[in-house]
Nanobody, 123 residues
């Protein structure tokens, strides 16, 4: 089992920045590919970005490419999502997810999920 806890969400004006963190515990964090998804009210869960266990490969949704950056610190068992140039359409609950064998955009491919953190971007 892996437990994931997100933090860092909040209210920000359009054009601003936030940094989300996802702290993992329970199993060897460096074995897991990690991802961020988001879900806005009334919408399906949407892939944002993924990073492989080594940190060597990342994969971004087109909607966030160039604005968001994922990183991980395996020594701290934490993955980060730096979000810049935020837009109102980025408003959602952001979830981190973990998988040993999958690192794509298909959310059922991930085995473990956090509870989510709310990000609200005002116009």
């Amino acid at each position: 089992q892996v437990q994931l806890v997100e933090s860092g969400g909040g209210l920000v004006q359009a054009g601003g920045s936030l940094r989300l963190s996802c702290a993992a515990s329970g199993r060897t964090f460096s074995n897991y590919n990690m991802a961020w998804f988001r879900q806005a009210p009334g919408k399906e869960r949407e892939f944002v970005v993924a990073i492989r266990w080594s940190g060597g490969s990342t994969y971004y949704a087109d909607s966030v490419k160039g604005r968001f950056t994922i990183s991980r610190d395996n020594a701290k068992n934490t993955v980060y999502l730096q979000m810049n140039s935020l837009k109102p359409e980025d408003t959602a609950v952001y979830y981190c997810a973990a998988s040993t064998g999958y690192s794509g955009r298909y959310h059922p491919g991930y085995d473990y999920w956090g509870q989510g953190t709310q990000v609200t971007v005002s116009s």
